[in-house]
């Protein structure tokens, strides 16, 4: 079920009057939302979308979407010009005028209409979750709050600016070994449907006095020609068959645990998806967003289905009065360096730049263990194509060497 915008009215903890607008299923897990946060409801309705809105979403939709760089971009210069003293429609108009991005700047300009008839930018903001997830916009809501806006907002763009060098990384290291795979299938393909089959009448004409190879190789080329439709079917059929079940809940979850404990692959996913939670974490609580909430968006934006589960129960937990690290520990999905570094963090008031260290420490083990696994994936698959090529041709050449024997 898709998720609704609801407008509310409440009163915070302080008794002030607070409005804003929030995304959830139902209006009631909305109300339920607001009430976990402290909020008494004095009034929700779901947030209805003008007719200029809806036009500026059509026409956002059929437009290319902003990049990642392009929206660490975007938050960069709204870091910098509210820094240096603008008030924030100001910064929005400059923002418009420099985006090089089309959407954006509509989005900008929009926002910037949205302020001057008195919304808050991260309500302005939160009307586009297709750009600004809710990492995005309630930590900008918080900073808001606590009047820290230029800070919140320079430590947001710090945080999306290593998520783009992280993925350009990831990208530029896969690269060489996706192209290698790719010529390794290419060449095999091309040898078993066009090379071989060429060859498998003469190979016949010598009887059934052929090599084991040669034997293992011809009936495997006959299997491929012909049975490629039913193959193919059964690919296709295989393939969606999985993606369906990984949609499901439960089987989403058994991959993400997988991908947890997989060999080789399993300790670089693990440490990028705790090194991506410790660093949402810190942003929240650098921004003021309350730690239940926190650790709860925190462990949404992981990417892993496991660690939101446990994020979720820390909540919980610490709902109740239980330190982050010692929840945290009893899950026995956090690791030391992380629970070690919150429970610093908490001893010491500073539980943002705790865990900015652990991020920065995990982040650089992460690039270490992608060379490490990169250098030794090409290698195989160098010596697994080289391997088929070579039985490719002993199977060719060992029945002419043996044609050659009998003649003699």
Do not use: C
């Amino acid at each position: 079920m898709a998720a609704l915008s609801f407008s509310y009215v409440a009163m915070d903890s302080a008794g002030a009057r607070r409005t804003g607008v929030i995304e959830a299923e139902t209006k009631e897990a909305a109300l339920v939302r607001l009430e976990s946060e402290g909020r008494f409801v004095l009034e929700i309705n779901e947030a209805k979308a003008s007719a200029a809105a809806a036009a500026g979403a059509a026409t956002f939709g059929s437009r290319k979407a902003p990049s990642r760089q392009e929206l660490a971009l975007f938050t960069r210069r709204l870091a910098d010009l509210s820094q240096a003293g603008l008030p924030l429609d100001r910064v929005l108009q400059v923002v418009a005028e420099q985006s090089e991005s089309i959407v954006l700047k509509e989005v900008s300009e929009q926002t910037l209409e949205d302020v001057r008839a008195g919304m808050q930018v991260s309500q302005a903001l939160a009307k586009h979750p297709k750009y600004f997830n809710e990492v995005f916009t309630q930590t900008l809501r918080a900073g808001e709050a606590s009047g820290q806006f230029p800070e919140v907002a320079g430590r947001l763009a710090d945080f999306q600016e290593k998520e783009v060098a992280r993925r350009s990384q990831i990208t530029s290291a896969l690269v060489y070994p996706a192209i290698l795979a790719s010529t390794a299938v290419f060449v095999v393909l091309f040898l078993l449907l066009f090379v071989v089959p060429k060859l498998s009448g003469v190979f016949k004409d010598l009887g059934n006095n052929l090599p084991v190879t040669t034997k293992m190789l011809l009936s495997s080329t006959d299997f491929i020609t012909q049975n490629w439709v039913l193959m193919l079917v059964l690919i296709v059929g295989t393939t969606v068959g999985i993606k369906g079940w990984l949609a499901t809940p439960g089987g989403a979850f058994l991959r993400d645990k997988f991908l947890l404990k997989a060999p080789l692959i399993g300790p670089v996913v693990l440490k990028a998806t705790i090194s991506r939670f410790a660093r949402v974490l810190g942003t929240l609580v650098y921004g003021g967003v309350p730690i239940l909430e926190a650790l709860d968006i925190a462990g949404l934006s992981a990417g892993n289905r496991v660690f939101h589960t446990s994020a979720q129960k820390v909540s919980e937990e610490v709902r109740e009065g239980r330190p982050i690290a010692e929840s945290m520990r009893d899950t026995g999905v956090f690791p030391p360096v992380l629970t070690h570094m919150v429970a610093i963090g908490e001893e010491t008031g500073d539980l943002p730049r705790m865990l900015g260290r652990v991020s920065d420490s995990l982040d650089f083990e992460v690039d270490t263990g992608m060379r490490r696994l990169v250098s030794l994936v090409e290698p195989v698959i160098v010596l697994t194509m080289g391997t088929f090529v070579g039985f490719v041709v002993l199977s060719v050449l060992l029945p002419i060497f043996q044609a050659q024997e009998t003649v003699k």
